[in-house]
Each structure stands twice: as C-alpha cells, then as structure tokens.
C-alpha cells in the first residue's frame, strides 16, 4: 500500500458513510467511466450495444441497465479472450485470477492492478466494519493450491498482516500454520472454518482464541454455529463476494442484513429479468464498477439472495440485503417451477440424530439422492427423513439414501448440503 493506496482506502471508508444519494452519484459516474470505455474498447460489448442500437450515453444508471441482456459465465468462456478484455490494456501486465469452478468449469479472470488495489481495499474495508482492528493478524483459508506469499510494505509496519493458507493442505499443516502466525482474524468458507475447528479441538491446542471469524456462503446449520462458539468463540461475521465482483456485501451487526459495496459494484436482484421489490428474492446479477481489463457487464453471478426491506441503521448509507441464500443450483427445483433453497433441508436434517454428514442432490426433476455419513443412523430416523422431504418436495419427488463411509468433496471448501443438476443443464 502506497500513499495513494491509503488515499483511496480513506475514500472508500468515507463513501460507506455518505448518503445514499450521493453513493448512488458514486455510482452513476462510475458507471457512465465505465460504459463508455468498454464502449470502445471491449468488442464483446461494443458489439451488444451496436446490435441493440444502444449508444453509452443511454446508459447512466443502474436503472438504465435493464436495456442491455445478461452475461453468463459460459457465454464469455464461449468467446475469443480478445473479445471479452480490453484491447487498450497489454494483458502481461494485468493480474490474473481463475474462478472457482463450482460450475465444474475455472475461468481465467484478468484485472488491471489499479483495479486489484481498489478491490482489495473494498475487502480491508468490510473487514474493518466487521470488528478487525488494522493491527490484527489475518489467516485467510484459500480455495487453491497456489498462495500468495509476497507481504506488503505496510505489513512490515505491522499494519493489515495476512497469511495465505490453502484450504488443500492437510490438517496438521493448518494447525501448524496456526500456531506459528497465531491470528486474531480468521476468513474462510464455512466449510473449511468447520474443518479447522474440529482439528483445532482434536489437536487441543488452548491458546487459540480468534476475535473475529469470516467466513463466506453464507449456510451455516446448527452444529457449525455450535462447534464455531465452543472452539473460535470470538464473533462471527457472514461475508459475500466472488471474484468477478469482488466484495459485494457484509453483514452489518446493527442492521441485521449485509451492505452491499455499492460504490464499487451495481448488484441487480432479478426474478424472471425483472429487478425484485424490497423484501422479495431473485438472482444476482453485478456490474463490477472496477473492472476494467475483462469487465463484468450485468453478469450473472448465479446466487439467490433476499433484498431487504429496512434502511440502515448504523448510519451507513450502503443499501441492504437482508439475507444470501448461496447458488442459484443449490436450489431444488420442483415440477411445478417451484424453487426450495437449502435453509429448510438443513433445519429438517438438524432434527434428525445419528448422522455425521448428509449432501442432497437433484440429480433429475422427480430424483433426489441423499448421501448419508451416518453414526448410529436407526431406520425410523431414515423414515423420518424421507417423511419430511416428501413434505417439504412433494409425494412425486423420489428420494434415494446413499449410506457412505465418508463424504469426499474436492477442495474441501466447496461442499455444499444441498445441490441441483437441473439448473446447470
Ligand atoms: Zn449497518
């Protein structure tokens, strides 16, 4: 972090508290920078707009964006990479970063590393809302096998330090990771924190008491906000971004809901390619206001979330969300188009005694297996099961239980209780 970077940190921590209003003028003239260079620069765009007979200047505001269609993930992937990056920017210097491949398909993402330092410092940010103090110590819990070694100035200074863990280590490398750096701050997906937390009590290590857990997908049953208590005990704070977007929300603790980073990403909530009133849920769709090496024009980021319906009340002026529901495929589909997300699966499962781990997946419209890591599983608990989720789905939807040894998901941080293939298809 260079002076600058410290300028612009100073900005964005002001912006959270300007009125929404003048976020929204933030906004707009982020945009309208934006448009206009992809405009003429990004021949993916430049060609969406000439066909549509849209010119930049149309588009000024977030509500002026319902006349461009969505991207998708598999749409760009389609493309010729000259097409969807900027031809004004040598791709050598831009940092690359590769998506997790939940869709089972990794794409290579490039940033311009003015961009980077904005969205990083968007990170720094949330966090700071969340409780971490800039002296504390950070171990971030990565999906990839890669890590980021290489500290930062100001970190020498003791300012903002992070340590990099790959979430593909075994457990003993992360507990002695864990011992030697002793953070304050832990950031990660629910999944891998779980992981940690149960090798932290196998390994009885009592020191260790982080004041602050991040952690990311939001879906946290029973047991895991349990284990988290008993063995982190400092306070839990939800947070949620992706790599095409960057930070997106954060979960404010006097809200009750998540502050979307407005001035740094547009985040639409559509139901059926129209924007959802307060209160209702829909799909995610984010304009990424930095992204200008390979942007991110309404792109479809394929998770739910639920719109809130309150102001802030903290005094930010970042609109809310009020709760994130995890990925558009994590959602069952019913015959009828009716969509269940995966908080009643995990509130049903939670009654159920005798099971170490369960995974649901809908592998065709009436099929749905569950995997089942059972301890001392009885056959009424099984009946009872299916009882419930024939409540929950309906008579027709056809439920097989799978008993395994152990659920095996790679990388460990993207397990997810309840998935669909009939979204992906
Ligand atoms: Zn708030």
Redesign the pocket.
């Known amino acids: 972090m260079l002076p600058h970077h410290a300028i612009h940190l100073y900005g964005l921590i002001r912006n959270q508290w300007k009125n929404p209003e003048t976020i929204k003028k933030i906004q707009e003239r982020k945009l309208r920078k934006l448009i206009h260079y992809v405009y003429e620069n990004v021949p993916y765009y430049r060609n969406l707009f000439d066909s549509l007979k849209i010119k930049p200047f149309d588009i000024r505001k977030k509500e002026d964006l319902q006349f461009l269609p969505l991207t998708s993930k598999r749409q760009l992937q389609g493309l010729p990479l000259k097409d969807i990056t900027s031809n004004a920017l040598r791709l050598e210097i831009c940092k690359t970063f590769y998506t997790s491949g939940t869709t089972g398909i990794p794409m290579q993402l490039y940033y311009d590393p003015h961009d980077v330092t904005l969205m990083n410092l968007s990170w720094v940010r949330a966090f700071l809302a969340g409780g971490m103090k800039p002296w504390h110590k950070l171990a971030d819990f990565k999906g990839m096998k890669t890590l980021h070694r290489k500290k930062a100035w100001y970190e020498y200074l003791g300012l903002l330090r992070r340590r990099e863990i790959s979430a593909w280590d075994a457990e003993e490398k992360w507990i002695e990771e864990i011992r030697k750096w002793k953070p304050q701050v832990l950031i990660g997906y629910v999944r891998t924190l779980r992981m940690l937390a149960e090798a932290v009590q196998r390994s009885g290590i009592k020191e260790f008491k982080p004041k602050i857990i991040f952690h990311s997908s939001a879906i946290l049953d029973e047991a895991t906000r349990r284990l988290f208590s008993e063995v982190f005990q400092g306070k839990r704070v939800d947070i949620y971004g992706s790599y095409e977007g960057g930070c997106l929300a954060w979960e404010?603790e006097?809200?009750s809901?998540y502050?979307l980073c407005s001035d740094m990403v547009i985040v639409e909530v559509l139901n059926q390619g129209k924007p959802v009133a307060p209160g209702e849920t829909g799909e995610v769709v984010i304009t990424n206001l930095q992204s200008y090496a390979m942007p991110f024009i309404r792109y479809k980021q394929e998770d739910q979330v639920t719109l809130s319906g309150q102001e802030?009340?903290?005094?930010?002026g970042?609109e809310?969300l009020d709760s994130i529901h995890g990925r558009t495929d994590d959602f069952i589909t019913l015959q009828n188009g009716q969509r269940i997300s995966p908080q009643p699966f995990l509130y049903l499962m939670e009654k159920i005694s005798g099971i170490r781990q369960w995974r649901a997946i809908q592998e065709k419209m009436n099929e749905l297996n569950v995997e089942i890591e059972p301890s001392e599983l009885s056959h009424e608990s099984l009946t009872l099961i299916k009882e419930s989720l024939k409540g929950l789905l309906g008579s027709e939807m056809n439920i097989h239980f799978i008993l395994v040894d152990s659920i095996k998901v790679d990388p460990p941080s993207k397990f997810r209780f309840v998935s669909s293939k009939i979204n992906r298809s």
Do not use: E, K
């Open positions: 404010c006097i809200c809901g502050h802030p009340r903290c005094g930010r970042l809310l």
